[in-house]
Nanobody, 118 residues
């Protein structure tokens, strides 16, 4: 089993920045790709950014050029640097990790709330 704990959420003004972090523990050797997802009130959860174990990244069109995903395999952490935040970025942000060998096996954190408002 893998446990994921997110941190770094909060209230920020439009145009501001936040950095989210996700700490993994447990059977971290089983982790493959990781990613950040978000769910806004009344909407479905969506992919924000993902990164493979080798470091390949992909982003949702809505965050390209503003968000940067990174991971430190030695420290078992996943980060999301969010710049130029917009009110529509307001959501609960979740960390997800895929099992490197078994497709369909994944792990989720409990989420951290990001609110972008003046």
């Amino acid at each position: 089993q893998v446990q994921l704990v997110e941190s770094g959420g909060g209230l920020v003004q439009p145009g501001g920045s936040l950095r989210l972090s996700c700490a993994a523990s447990g059977s971290v050797f089983s982790i493959g790709a990781m990613g950040w997802y978000r769910q806004a009130p009344g909407k479905q959860r969506e992919l924000v950014a993902a990164i493979s174990s080798a470091g390949s990244r992909n982003y949702a069109d809505s965050v390209k050029g503003r968000f940067t995903i990174s991971r430190d395999n030695a420290k078992n952490t996943l980060d999301l640097q969010m710049n130029s935040l917009k009110p529509e970025d307001t959501a609960v942000y979740y960390c997800r990790a895929e099992h490197r060998r078994y497709s369909g096996v994944d792990y989720w954190g409990k989420g951290t709330l990001v609110t972008v408002s003046s």
